[in-house]
């Protein structure tokens, strides 16, 4: 369970945000001023700060500074009143790792927690480096292969440099996870790590959120908002899937790389800032160049240290150490006995060709615990399992997406076309099957929510607002 130290004078919104942070699952410890918040952060560090910036005695920017000499990396969102925006943004140019506007938005302020909350565990969570797959570290990059050994090497080489590294190879093979051990084993390690997934923002709002805006930079912009790059500054971020960077948001990243500078969106201000760039993509950049989707002296200039990432069909003898790593893995998390794999079954993991990389192997042995838990693995689960087979009293059985399953699945739906009649149909049979699939998962983990949150992908407050929606509080 996540730990949220909530920091405000106002009695009436601190009691009350503490309520709702309570009921999302979060546990919440709160304080009134900043020199209380300083002693409760040095008797047990909180996973994450929200905190106000105009306080009796201690203000938000001394108590931050505070923190962040107590723990450098501990992610701290300040409150601000409309009237005090300039403070907040000097307190994010001192670290904050961002701010929300009061009268604030709920749902949007529970996302930039849980969002804070991830970068402050990827921050301080270590990636390991060729280890054995049954140590209590589950992040790391597994394997002997001589393609894995060189690879360590280089990030050794590299770390402690400020050199801007280029990450290439498949989707799936470990990009993010060799950025962090590169960000952990630098001088910046103690500063801050943000990720940036360049494909996921929409095209309009990347190069504000990369570069922040002026206030009246566009319509709705009635602040000054400082953007990622300058909220790393000191530290390192990380773009993950910088092939998909429009063009014309290149330039401005081709100044930041050769001229430490930006400016912000509807700005004439120059800003120098102090971050490392690391980089990935899963695309062919020669051929981007090529067609001229991508530009060449950006291209170039990316290309100074590249590290390639081998895809797991090329290092084949590392699949049964990486498999038994995910069980182990996985089975520390569901609080099971992980399972056996037999010869048969390892031989068939280590001929598949594994086109979805390390990320396949993760879902599968995922997907395999789940349905043996704690039992032995063989050839025939495993290849029910590559084939997209379902399971039927607790073993895997037929098909999911074809034979009687498939057939059960469209009769359910065809019923629930012919017979319902008013309101949205789709949100209608999403709401009807999302219920069933939870109530099944709480069944499996036998109403344990941390496990049953892991096993169906979510977040623990996801997974308690979906129990909430359904109606199954009670259960």
């Not at 709401?431 to 623990?460: I, Q, Y």
Request: overall charge negative; charged content about 25%; aromatic content about 6%.
């Amino acid at each position: 369970m996540k730990n949220v130290l909530l920091v405000d004078d106002d009695d009436q919104l601190r009691d009350s945000f503490e309520n709702l942070l309570v009921a999302e699952g979060y546990t919440v410890r709160a304080a009134s001023t900043g020199e209380v918040a300083l002693r409760l952060a040095k008797e047990a560090l909180p996973d994450a700060v929200i905190m106000d910036v105009r306080m009796p005695g201690m203000d938000g920017l001394t108590a931050l500074r505070a923190l962040h000499e107590l723990e450098p990396r501990l992610p701290v969102i300040i409150m601000t009143a409309y009237s005090t925006t300039e403070f907040a943004i000097e307190a994010t140019k001192q670290g904050a790792f961002d701010y929300v506007m009061k009268p604030f938005d709920i749902p949007h302020v529970l996302e930039q927690l849980a969002t804070a909350l991830e970068a402050g565990r990827k921050m301080r969570q270590q990636v390991g480096l060729n280890v054995a797959s049954d140590e209590e570290q589950a992040e790391q990059l597994v394997g002997t292969s001589r393609a894995m050994q060189e690879l360590y090497k280089s990030i050794g080489r590299v770390a402690h440099t400020d050199a801007l590294v280029l990450l290439r190879g498949e989707s799936g093979t470990g990009k993010e996870l060799v950025a962090r051990a590169l960000y952990q084993h630098s001088a910046r390690s103690n500063r801050p790590f943000l990720i940036i997934n360049c494909v996921a923002i929409p095209e309009t709002l990347l190069e504000s959120e990369l570069f922040g805006y002026e206030r009246g930079a566009f319509t709705g912009a009635v602040h000054r908002r400082v953007g990622k790059i300058e909220q790393a500054s000191g530290g390192t971020v990380f773009l993950d899937e910088i092939g998909d960077i429009p063009i014309g948001v290149q330039a401005k990243l081709l100044r930041l790389l050769q001229e430490r500078q930006i400016e912000r969106l509807g700005g004439r201000e120059t800003v120098n800032v102090d971050v490392r760039i690391l980089a990935a993509t899963n695309r062919n950049l020669e051929e981007a160049v090529a067609a001229g989707r991508f530009r060449e002296d950006l291209f170039y200039r990316l290309n100074v240290v590249s590290l390639h990432l081998p895809p797991l069909r090329e290092r084949g003898e590392d699949v049964p150490m990486l498999a038994r790593h995910c069980l182990a893995a996985f089975a520390r998390e569901m609080e099971v006995r992980p399972p056996e794999l037999t010869q048969q079954a390892l031989a068939l993991l280590t001929g598949h060709s594994w086109p979805g990389n390390v990320r396949e192997l993760r879902n599968l042995m995922q997907q395999l615990l789940i349905f043996t838990q704690g039992g032995v693995i063989d050839a025939v689960d495993v290849e029910r399992a590559l084939a997209g087979k379902g399971l039927e009293g607790g073993r895997f059985q037929g098909s999911a997406l074809a034979n009687t399953p498939a057939l059960m699945l469209e009769e359910y739906v065809r019923h629930f076309l012919e017979t319902y009649r008013e309101g949205n149909i789709f949100d209608a049979i999403m709401d009807d099957v999302g219920a069933r699939v939870v109530r099944e998962a709480l069944r499996l983990c036998e109403g344990n929510r941390s496990r049953t949150a892991r096993m169906l992908g979510l977040s623990r407050p996801t997974l308690l607002a979906k129990i909430d929606k359904y109606g199954m509080g009670k259960e």
